[in-house]
């Protein structure tokens, strides 16, 4: 079998249980997992196969035909900021300081991170030297893969293998994806590269 986004379509809006850290409620995500309609990045996936073996899999992977019509890219960080820029998520609304603007852009979010009084700081400054400065994305670099591997069996049992520190998140999350018991799901927690 098959599947695209827009097999997917509705499934995460309905559920009602609560997975992550933070214990948020499910809900989509900003972008969908599988590109719909428009691919936002090289190596963005546009289908899954399902197949009981890996020789069928792959039949069915050859069987795919994609038809890409390439848009104008969006490599600079302050032209894709701008109110003309092509929108890459058509959906998604910037917020400001938490407040929901309700502006398509693709700015997601803007935020204040302030200590101390800046404004007395600079009164206060013998010299005051302004620059524009800009640096690059900085993220701990986790060493184990970004992947999952997952088996559904015919009992509607279901082993999940995943780097984790939360197995029963993802077990929750799971369950609910899938509309079955938490009972029936099996995560085993893969080695980590990081925990903070």
Known sequence: SVFTADDFNGVVETLPAKY?????????????????????YVGQTVAIVVAEDPQTALNGTEQIIVDYEPLPPLVDLMEAMKDDAPILLEDLTTKVLGQDTGRVSNVASQFLLKLGDPDK??????????????????????????????????????????????????????????????????VIPMEIGGGF
């Open 121 to 186: 700081a600079f009164e206060d400054a013998e010299v005051v030297v302004e620059r524009e400065f800009n640096t690059s994305t900085v993220h701990q670099g986790y060493l184990e893969p970004h992947t999952a591997t997952v088996r559904w069996d015919s009992n509607d049992e279901v082993t999940v293998w995943c780097s984790s520190q939360g197995p029963f998140y993802v077990r929750n999350a799971t369950a609910a994806l899938l509309g079955i018991s938490q009972s029936k799901v099996k």
């Open 20 to 40: 992550g850290m933070g214990a948020d409620e499910m809900r989509p995500p900003p972008h969908p997992i599988l590109a719909q309609g428009k691919v936002g």
